[in-house]
C-alpha cells in the first residue's frame, strides 16, 4: 500500500451530506486488551447478517485495527464534497479506519487537539449510506476522543466491555463515571474472556474467576448483556481478516454475542438519543410572548428536557424535576462561560457588560453532546458551552 499524506489541517465544518445514522453505539473499555475492537466488530456483522444497514468507525486513532479484522486496508474513495472520503466495505458493513489513511509502519504520534480534529473530520466529513446503527470502536481509557465523540457525535449509549479481572473492573468504574458526567447513556456490560472452552473436551474453565462483572452490573443497576468465552479455535479468525461470527458461526461465542445483539437492540431502542432539544430563534412580534412550554412539544430524556422560546429575548427551560425558568437572553449572554469571556485560571470575567446590546437576541441553540447547549447569540458569539449543572445556577 502506498502511504499518503493525512491532512490535519483545520476545515470549515460542513455539515455531511451523506446519510444519517439511527443509532450510534460507542464501545468502550477504560484498559486496553480486554476485546473491545473484536468485539464491536463482530457485533456490527451480526447486526448487519440480521438485514440491519451497519456503519463502523475506528474511532481509535493511535490503535487501529479495523482494518485487520475485516481484511480490509484500501484506502478510501474521496466523496462527492471537498474533503469529505467515502467509507469502505468488508463482510456486510462500511466502516473506515484510521488504517485506512496510514500504513503500518507509520505510527500516529498526535496531541490532543490534533487527535480532536482528526475525530472531528471522521465524524463530519464521512458520507455513510443511511444507517441504522452506526458503532464506534473507541479507544481505551478517558482521554480526548471520549470528549469529542461527545460533543460531535453524541451516541445513543455506551456498550462497556471489560474482562473478570479486578484491575480491569477498577478502570472499567473510571470510564462510566466519564461518560455519565457527559449524560451519555450506559447501556449495560459485555464481560470478555469471561471463560475458556477447552477445544478437545469442551470442558469450561473461569480463568479469571466469575461473578465480579455481574455483582459491579447489580451494584451500579445496568444490566449484563452476556459473557463471551475465551475458543482457542477461533482466535486466529480476526487476524485472518475474518469475524468470527462469519468463520464460525456455530461457535459458542457467535451464539452469544446474537443473543447480545438482541438485548442491545431492545436497549437502544427503549433508551433512543432525544434531539428535542435543538432550537431555531424566529422573528416573534413585539407584544407576543410564550411564557408556558408548548403542550406538543416532544420531551429529551436529559436532565434538560425542553427548550422553547418565550419571546425574541426570552429562553424558556423545562427540567426533568418539573422546574421551569425563563431566562433574558442578554442574561445568559453575560454569563458565557467560553474562554473569551471567563479567563480560565482565574475565573475572571472578561467580557465588558457595556459591549453586549440590550436588544440581543439569538438565532439558535445547539445540543452539545448530552451534557450542555451551545446557544448562537446575535452578536455573532456561538463559543460558550453550558453545561446543564451550570445552566442551572444562572
Not at 437576541?361 to 447569540?377: D, N, S
Request: glycine share 8%; with cysteine; charged share 25%.
Amino acid at each position: 500500500m502506498v502511504e499518503r499524506q493525512v491532512d490535519t489541517q483545520p476545515k470549515s465544518q460542513q455539515p455531511n451530506r451523506g446519510g444519517k445514522a439511527r443509532r450510534v453505539i460507542a464501545v468502550h473499555s477504560a484498559k486496553g486488551g480486554v476485546g473491545k475492537s473484536t468485539l464491536c466488530v463482530n457485533l456490527a456483522v451480526t447486526l448487519a447478517r440480521r438485514g440491519l444497514r451497519v456503519g463502523l468507525l475506528d474511532a481509535d486513532l493511535h490503535g487501529p485495527s479495523a482494518t485487520i479484522m475485516l481484511g480490509n486496508a484500501e484506502w478510501p474513495d474521496p466523496g462527492p464534497d471537498e474533503n469529505t472520503i467515502l467509507p469502505l466495505r468488508a463482510h456486510g458493513i462500511q466502516f473506515l479506519s484510521m488504517g485506512n489513511l496510514v500504513t503500518g509502519k507509520t505510527p500516529v504520534i498526535w496531541r490532543g487537539a490534533m487527535v480532536h480534529q482528526m475525530l472531528s473530520q471522521f465524524y463530519r466529513n464521512v458520507i455513510w449510506d443511511d444507517l441504522d446503527y452506526l458503532f464506534l470502536d473507541m479507544p481505551p481509557g478517558t482521554g480526548d476522543a471520549l470528549l469529542t465523540t461527545a460533543q460531535v457525535e453524541p451516541p445513543t449509549g455506551v456498550l462497556v466491555v471489560t474482562t473478570p479481572q479486578e484491575l480491569s473492573l477498577v478502570d472499567t468504574l473510571r470510564g462510566m463515571r466519564a461518560f455519565r458526567d457527559m449524560n451519555v447513556p450506559i447501556l449495560g456490560f459485555v464481560e470478555n474472556m469471561s471463560y475458556l472452552i477447552c477445544g478437545s473436551c469442551s470442558h469450561r474453565d473461569d480463568l479469571f474467576g466469575e461473578g465480579s462483572t455481574e455483582a459491579l452490573a447489580e451494584e451500579l443497576d445496568y444490566p449484563l448483556l452476556g459473557s463471551v468465552p475465551i475458543e482457542p479455535e477461533i482466535c486466529a479468525s480476526s487476524d485472518r481478516g475474518t469475524p468470527f461470527v462469519i468463520g464460525h458461526p456455530d461457535s459458542e461465542s457467535s451464539a452469544v454475542l446474537g443473543r447480545i445483539a438482541e438485548r442491545l437492540i431492545e436497549l437502544v431502542d427503549e433508551r433512543a438519543a432525544d434531539s428535542a432539544l435543538s432550537l431555531e430563534w424566529r422573528e416573534m412580534d413585539w407584544l407576543e410572548r410564550s411564557p408556558e412550554p408548548p403542550e406538543d412539544a416532544p420531551k429529551s430524556e436529559l436532565p434538560l428536557q425542553l427548550m422553547w422560546q418565550v419571546s425574541n429575548d426570552e429562553l424558556g427551560l423545562m427540567w426533568s424535576d418539573g422546574e421551569r425558568r425563563i431566562i433574558g437572553v442578554r442574561n445568559l449572554r453575560l454569563a458565557c462561560p467560553c474562554a473569551r469571556c471567563v479567563d480560565e485560571v482565574t475565573g475572571k470575567k472578561l467580557l465588558d457588560p457595556l459591549t453586549v446590546p440590550d436588544d440581543i437576541t439569538l438565532t439558535k441553540v445547539e445540543v452539545v453532546g448530552r451534557y450542555g447547549i451551545a446557544p448562537h447569540f446575535s452578536d455573532g458569539h456561538h463559543t460558550g458551552i453550558f453545561t446543564f449543572p451550570y445552566l442551572r445556577e444562572i
